[in-house]
């Protein structure tokens, strides 16, 4: 019916704690498992009473029809027992629909009850007194002979019982009729209210006493009875939630499930504020129901910053309940608010039940936060995984020509196979440069590449500046004959942790564009602490830059008007490049009177050398 | 040493030919493998003295080809790689590599590294007496002098230079350094091992900016006496 309907719909079983058999048990599990694969929700509620329990899980459900089963035999105890289940929850359905359905050939008999103004409160007074009259009447013709006494303990009997059903004050009503009749009627003397032994005065108080004592257990019980009820809705509401929860995949979802869920159980209105890297935003999450007016929206950023929850009203129709959403007791990520009709502000357990839906939510978001950055690390690294493969074998496809043009020459030069003239041995040794100036070009095309894609992950590490600078004078003395390379290295330079190999590439590059564009004056390289990190100054003693040329001389393939034959004019792309993926820069200056200057800033970490 | 037996593992014919005619001209025996699988059954077959093995071949990678050469095989190798892989060159030193060497390469700096690992490999019975340019060191008196003058030395510092001088003409990577010094699990503290080696060089070399003696193999560790 409900698939018909495209309504959502539940099977429940309440468990009233009595035992049932092994078929009853695999019954019961063949009609939950029907219910699920026709689409239900399955609930198990516990309570004594099957039909209190039932209408229990209606109300909080908001259900709309209640489809029940008739009893295919009827029982001669039903027919006295007017607390039968389906009765009752005709009775107390209230607002609800009921539909019975025929047990053996399931043909629908559909009706529709209105709640009985009738409450069970006096059918149960009703029930007492009848008792009363029996037990009073039956003791009258048959137990009299008995004595007083035996009457007596029978009277108190039923008090026992009324106190099972009655509530406090009617177990005491009844406590004290069937004391002042038991007196009236079979104490001596008969038909007065004298008492003339000690032992009858006590057993009238008794009356009393039992009275109290039966009625206050049995107030207790029922309390005890509506507390579990209430724990059970506090249960159902956390346990829809967090089933709910693993299996969604965003916040989006999230958040209006607890939106459907205050819905449903608080009547009440949501709205989520979730923080981003900037704080908390003002507009709300999507997922909200109710948008807070820009006035409520001071209490939505105290309670972010402070960090508990806070209460905003105005009339009847905008009580806030704002908590935070709180990761960990320092970290707030957002704020859940509940616009309420109902109690204000609402009760511990309400509150209680608020917050543990803010907790959830809070798990939610640093689940799906991991989530995001570890996708993206998973793509970032997959993609820099692919590029530096296919970098590699350009690379090897590309040096691979330039390896065997080099050996070869390098081979025919050193080992002495060459013996002709000496015309030979220089054009020789020309092949031999063009192919190192080849793959030097080679090497910086590449790592201009690498800089570019953005997909370099630089390898930091803990490197000492002179180590770094002795490297590139290693590599750059071998092509410079002999120039004049003058370093200044203080002994007091901090470790710093950075990329040795990218640095030094940086490095070369800086001091290979001094030396060919200075002519034959000396250059110098400097390094020394700053304010965060350290800098290195390359200077020579050339020309110097034209200054309209001082900014473009970092752009790629941009060679300076004055600029030799030779060179791609990548190199201080480069240094560029490798200096601002360590988070500083390269800047260009002249010096006085002649001369270029370029300072490369590395603020990056440092260590005192003394220190470790 | 002439007679020594070199197997070259490289698919690319041109690189094969001018190292065995350059080996060749020094008087070493050469034997030409074209893929991963063809080098190890000629290491099986041939037993040289030497490998020389490229990382790029057909059909597999050469840091797996070196994996299961050491399975068994306790001869140099030397791994001819490109310059953009220092992560690779570490992790080959580490899997057992003796060398590395960067294309593209001139002969002479090839027939260098390849005498200094045969040298090594002939395991001359170790001499007490270390000398190097200007640098002498005496492990058996605990001794060193620069110049003929002696310097004192930290217990580390003696250490590492120890550690160096055992193994002249040789690349020891970071780790390796790390772990024989201060012990495993220290590894990652690089910046120890940067303090001791300027420290170092301040003493043994003439100039601590341009180290001749203890120079650095960027990204990939240090080399002691490099020729």
Same mark, same amino acid.
């Given at each position: ?7 959502h ?27 699920v ?11 004594t ?32 027992n ?32 209105r ?27 048959f ?49 007065t ?6 032992e ?9 006493f039992?009275a ?17 009820g ?34 449903r159980?608080?009547?009440?209105e ?10 908390l ?48 007791p ?47 690390g ?6 820099e995984k692919l ?29 002495? !196979? &060459?013996k %002709?003239? /000496?015309g030979?041995?220089?054009? @020789?040794?020309?092949?031999? #440069?063009? $192919?190192?100036?080849? =793959? ?20 930091t590490?803990?490197?000492?500046m ?9 590599r750059?003395e ?37 030396i060919?564009?200075?002519g034959?004056?000396?250059v ?19 020309a ?12 790629? !393939? &941009?060679? %300076?008007? /004055?600029?030799?034959?030779?060179? @791609?004019?990548?190199?201080? #792309?480069? $240094?560029?490049?490798? =200096? ?19 300072i ?13 | ?14 690189i ?28 099986v ?31 140099p ?17 580490d ?22 690992v ?14 190097y ?14 110049n003929?003058l ?16 055992r193994n ?11 772990r ?22 301040k ?20 080399r002691?006496?490099?020729?």
């Amino acid at each position: 019916m409900a698939t018909n309907l495209g309504a959502h719909w539940i099977a429940l079983f309440v468990d009233t704690g009595k035992k049932i058999s092994v078929n009853e048990q695999a019954q019961l599990k063949n009609n939950l498992d029907l219910a699920v694969r026709l689409g239900a929700e399955v609930l198990v509620s516990s309570d004594t009473d099957v039909s209190r329990g039932l209408m229990r899980i209606a109300r909080q459900r908001n259900a709309w029809k209640l489809i029940i089963g008739k009893p295919g035999k009827g029982s001669w105890k039903d027919f006295f027992n007017s607390f039968s289940p389906v009765r009752r929850v005709i009775i107390e359905s209230g607002k609800i629909d009921v539909v019975v359905l025929r047990a053996e050939k399931g043909r629908e008999q559909t009706g529709e009850w209105r709640k009985k103004s009738r409450s069970s409160r006096w059918k149960e007074r009703l029930f007492a007194s009848v008792m009363l009259i029996t037990v009073i009447v039956v003791n009258f013709k048959f137990l009299y002979i008995a004595g007083p006494r035996s009457v007596a303990l029978i009277l108190l009997l039923s008090v026992v019982i009324a106190g099972l059903v009655l509530d406090r004050w009617s177990v005491l009503a009844y406590a004290f009729v069937s004391a002042l009749l038991w007196n009236f009627i079979f104490l001596e003397p008969r038909f007065t209210f004298n008492i003339r032994h000690i032992e009858d005065a006590i057993m009238f108080f008794m009356y009393f006493f039992i009275a109290i004592v039966t009625g206050s257990l049995t107030a207790r019980i029922r309390n005890q009875e509506r507390a579990s009820g209430l724990r059970e809705e506090q249960l159902a509401i956390l346990y829809s939630m967090t089933r709910e929860f693993a299996s969604f995949r965003n916040i989006d979802d999230a958040a209006r499930h607890l939106g459907s869920l205050v819905g449903r159980f608080f009547h009440a209105e949501s709205v989520f504020y979730i923080a981003t890297d900037d704080g908390l935003p003002r507009t709300p999450h999507p997922a909200s129901t109710a948008f807070p007016s820009s006035d409520d929206f001071s209490s939505v950023l105290e309670t972010f910053d402070n960090r508990k929850p806070s209460m905003r009203a105005h009339g009847e129709s905008g009580r806030w309940f704002f908590v935070p959403i709180l990761y960990s007791p320092e970290k707030t990520v957002g704020v859940f608010g509940i616009l309420s009709a109902g109690e204000y502000p609402p009760s511990i357990d309400k509150a209680t039940i608020i917050e543990a839906m803010a907790a959830q939510l809070a798990l939610f978001i640093e689940r799906d936060k991991a989530d995001q950055i570890a996708e993206k690390g998973r793509l970032m690294e997959a993609s820099e995984k692919l590029y530096r493969v296919i970098l590699n074998s350009i690379s090897h496809e590309l040096k691979t020509p330039l390896s065997a043009i080099k050996g070869s020459v390098s081979t025919l030069v050193e080992s002495g !196979f &060459y013996k %002709g003239e /000496s015309g030979g041995l220089s054009l @020789l040794a020309g092949i031999r #440069s063009s $192919a190192d100036r080849l =793959a030097g070009l080679v090497d910086n095309f590449l790592d201009m590449s690498r800089i570019e894609s953005g997909r370099l992950s630089i390898n930091t590490d803990w490197n000492d500046m002179e180590d770094i600078i002795g490297v590139v004078l290693e590599r750059i003395e071998k092509q410079s004959n002999g120039r004049q390379i003058d370093v200044m290295c203080p002994d007091d330079l901090p470790l710093v942790c950075l990329d040795f190999t990218l640095v030094a590439q940086a490095l070369y590059c800086l001091l290979h564009n001094a030396i060919v564009h200075s002519g034959h004056g000396p250059v110098c390289i400097t390094a020394a602490p700053a304010e965060k990190g350290v800098k290195v100054i390359v200077e020579d003693a050339g020309a110097g830059i034209k200054r309209e040329d001082i900014e473009r001389i970092f752009d790629k !393939f &941009y060679r %300076g008007i /004055s600029a030799k034959a030779g060179g @791609l004019g990548l190199g201080l #792309s480069i $240094a560029r490049g490798v =200096a601002e993926l360590h988070g500083g820069g390269v800047i260009a200056e002249n010096r006085e009177p002649s001369g270029a200057r370029f300072i490369m800033t590395l603020p990056v970490e440092t260590r005192l050398k003394s220190s470790t | 040493m002439p007679g020594e037996t070199i197997l070259i593992i490289d698919d690319e014919e041109q690189i094969r030919r001018f190292l065995k005619i350059g080996l060749e001209s020094q008087g070493y025996l050469v034997h030409e493998a074209d893929s991963g699988g063809d080098g190890l059954t000629q290491c099986v077959m041939k037993r040289p003295d030497a490998v020389l093995l490229d990382l790029n071949l057909p059909d597999m990678d050469g840091a797996e080809v070196l994996k299961k050469l050491r399975e068994w095989y306790r001869s140099p190798v030397i791994v001819l790689t490109v310059r953009e892989s220092e992560r690779d060159k570490v992790e080959l030193l580490d899997c057992g590599a003796d060398d590395y060497i960067t294309k593209p390469f001139g002969m002479e700096e090839l027939l260098a590294r390849m005498r200094a690992v045969l040298r090594r490999a002939r395991h001359d019975p170790e001499e007490p007496q270390f000398d190097y340019r200007h640098l002498s060191v005496d492990l058996a008196k605990r001794t060193v002098t620069v110049n003929g003058l002696p310097v004192k030395f930290s217990p580390l510092e003696y250490d590492l230079l120890k550690l160096f001088v055992r193994n002249p003409g040789k690349v020891l990577t970071q780790k390796q350094i790390m772990r024989e010094i201060w012990g495993p699990g220290m590894e990652s503290e690089t910046s120890y091992l940067r303090v001791y080696v300027a420290a170092l060089r301040k003493k043994i070399e003439e100039d601590p900016s341009r180290p001749k003696i203890l120079v650095t193999e960027p990204g990939v560790g240090y080399r002691f006496a490099p020729d």
